[in-house]
T-cell receptor, first 113, second 110 residues
């Protein structure tokens, strides 16, 4: 069974631009969560989607948004990029919200210049 | 917010020795815990999990111990190999969210 895939793997943007990241969960998994990972900060929860609905949201500004499609694929968007948005963005999938295990993708490395 | 921390940010062990990575958590209501391994340039990889109604669980070369009295979680890796070199995170589930520690970097010395 294929794992979680994320595209693109690397992105370089400039301040003020916007970016869209994509995540395809493991087949059969309907819940997708997004995390931001920066050195020394650990994984910070962004949001979780299930059945095309946002079920939970972390403490990030409204510039960070997401959505989920009927095939469970998810996208997250960051508008008006800031230098501090440079990070590894990880997507994790699970069968359903709050179920046992989240499986992570390889991440998208975003660099904001 | 939740506090999930690791006692040591770095750990070096000789190949063949056993490794122990520790994690403290603060929410006594947390009901599920996971250990992840993250290698450079990759996403976290699930290693082993444990529910709060257990105090020990074993996998292949790995054992997780949970001490709810002192809110402490540990990961033991037997016969550590060079391929075990990575950052290890613990995660706790509290309410409807997972919280992650910043990680311990494990280096295996050949």
């Amino acid at each position: 069974k294929a794992g979680v895939t994320q595209t693109p793997r690397y992105l370089i943007k400039t301040r003020g631009q916007q970016v869209t990241l994509s995540c395809s969960p493991i087949s059969g998994h309907r819940s997708v969560s997004w995390y931001q990972q920066t050195p020394g900060q650990g994984l910070q929860f962004l949001f979780e989607y299930f059945s095309e609905t946002q079920r939970n949201k972390g403490n990030f500004p409204g510039r960070f948004s997401g959505r989920q499609f009927s095939n469970s694929r998810s996208e997250m968007n960051v508008s008006t990029l800031e230098l501090g948005d440079s990070a590894l963005y990880l997507c994790a999938s699970s069968l359903a919200p709050r179920t046992d295990t989240q499986y992570f993708g390889p991440g998208t490395r975003l660099t904001v210049l | 917010g939740e506090s999930v921390g690791l006692h040591l940010p770095t750990l070096s062990v000789q190949e063949g020795d056993n490794s122990i990575i520790n994690c403290a958590y603060s929410n006594s209501a947390s009901d599920y815990f996971i250990w992840y391994k993250q290698e450079s340039g990759k996403g976290p990889q699930f290693i082993i999990d444990i529910r709060s109604n257990m105090d020990k669980r074993q996998g292949q070369r790995v054992t997780v111990l949970l001490n709810k009295t002192v809110k402490h979680l540990s990961l033991q890796i037997a016969a550590t190999q060079p391929g075990d070199s990575a950052v290890y995170f613990c995660a706790e589930r509290a309410g409807n969210q997972f919280y992650f520690g910043t990680g311990t970097s494990l280096t295996v010395i050949p």
